[in-house]
């Protein structure tokens, strides 16, 4: 996901600020990041497991359902859920997200902060990349370089949209320049974004990089066989500076059909699975064949709005479509009862590290999530939108998307809008995020939105003048100043603060229209364990963790 972006000279309390995020980075202090999940717990009725059990041995192989096949493999473009799913076990990044969801260290052994605008990186010695090179601070200054690149449109180029510079300021040491504080740039460097890549396997490759041959990165798998529309392969890397992978091979199937995903776990042709589709969550529980486990996911689903500028540019619209919408019947339906509803577009777990008034002010007052048809209806004829056209994406990937957006539909029949659905192929369904061709002529889609970090501000600076996901073209200097404060702010209790008057603006806006929170879903047969059960999965080398069962 993504980020956002004066300068004036640090005072004491701006370095005592800055020593609290050091601490954050490398003693990995429970408040600074990670939800509270140590343990078990429990969420909407279902079970939320901290892990899966540990692996009792190595394996030859095991094979894994994606519901789409990823356009690239390049760590620029690693912003869904099937590239990531599958690069986070080829490439790694300075620091780690771990299975329980705190900051730890990567290719980076240390993180220090010796002043509010500068990061400096020391990184392990004897990292060897896929073609057996190794990694010198001169392989991140490029990989990093590649990531500000204008010209390669990165995903994830707002992260570095404070940098001053990168440069190598040891064979084994990077140090990052910033324009300005900026608390959220470590924290991503333990995403996508932190990827270091080898300049010249890179280079080698060309315009061919990220689609075909190798990555060229440092982690326990190296890409193998990639069948286009098939699968793609991932051979264990025996030079693997950590702990080796107990599989000598991952396999991962690109099944788009949600009930062939399904189909292939109940028979062994593959073994396990995230994003399970919900309408699955009952058969595979029943099934004998495996276990179907539920962890913290940092998830909402929602409705992106897209287009400010049609219909839904008047709120009272926005308003009346949310006031309309059936929360509780979708989270019983689409998401098979394993959801929560909310009216907040933030998951209380990634408020974990607030303090407790700040995360009750948080959550007050925000989008009603009863029905209130009547006041629907007196809000659309008052915004003059009674019969106008919202059209709305709809995709097969799962029941999740095409009930909601089937629930939407019938919330505007209800108010006197007119809703079209418009179906998208779940291998298209990505480029809504890249591609502003794929979003024209629609108004809203589903999104379940996961935070790439633990902190409330990955989503709600999407809506930032100009962020990546702003698809809507929202434009307030209010909010961009908070945004740019709460940015600046190193102390996670003031920062919180500031998030808070964010999320209440997000809320009175309807910039996305909120509906549920969502579990992370996994199923492993009974020949395998060791996956996490958590959204960390996104970024950790999870497929190394999987072995034996027994």
Request: charged share 20%.
């Amino acid at each position: 996901m993504t980020l956002t972006p004066a300068r004036r000279a640090p005072s004491p309390g701006r370095l005592a600020l800055a020593a609290t995020a050091l601490v954050c980075a490398t003693a990995l202090v429970a408040s600074c990041s990670g939800p509270p999940h140590g343990a078990d717990g429990d969420q909407a009725g279902v079970k939320l497991s901290a892990t899966t059990p540990p692996a009792q041995g190595d394996i030859d192989s095991f094979t894994w359902a994606v519901y789409a096949e990823p356009p690239t493999l390049d760590y620029l473009q690693a912003f869904d859920y099937p590239q990531n799913t599958v690069l986070a076990n080829v490439c790694e990044s300075l620091m780690r997200w771990t299975p329980q969801l705190t900051l730890a260290p990567g290719l980076a052994e240390k993180a220090s902060n010796p002043d509010p605008t500068t990061w400096v990186y020391d990184l392990r010695a004897g990292v060897h990349f896929h073609d057996g090179s190794v990694m010198t601070a001169d392989d991140v200054v490029y990989s990093f370089g590649r990531q500000t690149n204008p010209d390669n449109a990165s995903a994830w180029a707002q992260v570095f949209q404070n940098v001053d510079s990168v440069a190598a300021t040891g064979p084994l040491q990077v140090t990052v320049k910033l324009k300005r504080p900026d608390s959220q740039f470590p924290q991503y460097m333990a995403t996508a974004a932190g990827v270091v890549a080898a300049k010249a396997g890179v280079e080698a490759a060309g315009k061919d990089y990220g689609t075909a041959g190798s990555l060229d990165c440092t982690g326990p798998f190296k890409l193998g066989a990639w069948s286009k529309g098939q699968s793609v392969e991932l051979e264990r890397f025996d030079d693997y500076w950590g702990t080796k992978a107990k599989a000598k091979k991952a396999v991962f199937r690109f099944l788009t059909d949600p009930s062939a995903r399904t189909n292939a776990m109940l028979s062994g042709e593959v073994d396990g699975g995230y994003l399970i589709p919900t309408e699955s969550y009952d058969r595979l529980r029943k099934s004998g064949t495996g276990t179907l486990y539920f962890g913290e996911g940092l998830s909402t689903v929602n409705l992106n709005v897209t287009n400010l500028k049609g219909v839904l540019g008047d709120v009272r619209v926005r308003k009346a479509l949310s006031l309309a919408l059936d929360r509780s019947g979708f989270t019983r339906t689409g998401l098979a009862g394993a959801g929560t509803v909310t009216g907040s577009l933030t998951t209380r777990a990634a408020w974990a590290g607030a303090p407790e008034d700040v995360r009750k002010s948080a959550f007050e007052n925000l989008t009603p999530t009863a029905q209130d048809l009547d006041r629907a209806k007196a809000l659309v004829k008052e915004a003059g939108a009674t019969g106008k056209t919202v059209t709305v994406a709809t995709s097969t990937i799962g029941q999740d998307v095409s009930l909601l957006a089937t629930a939407v539909q019938a919330a505007g029949a209800k108010i006197g809008l007119d809703v079209q659905l418009r179906t998208i192929a779940p291998n298209a369904f990505t480029s809504l995020f890249t591609d502003p061709k794929a979003r024209e002529g629609l108004d809203l889609f589903p999104e379940t939105y996961y935070d790439s970090i633990t902190d409330p501000l990955d989503l709600l600076a999407n809506f930032k003048t100009g962020a990546y996901q702003n698809f809507g073209g929202y434009s307030d200097p209010a909010y961009d100043t908070l945004v740019d404060r709460a940015t600046a702010e190193y102390d996670p209790a003031k920062r919180a603060a500031i998030e808070a008057e964010l999320q209440r603006t997000a809320s009175q806006q309807l910039l996305w229209l909120p509906v549920a929170e969502w579990p992370t879903a996994l199923f492993l047969n009974r020949r395998i364990t060791g996956a996490p059960t958590t959204i960390a999965y996104m970024y950790y080398p999870w497929a190394a963790d999987v072995g034996a069962a027994r």
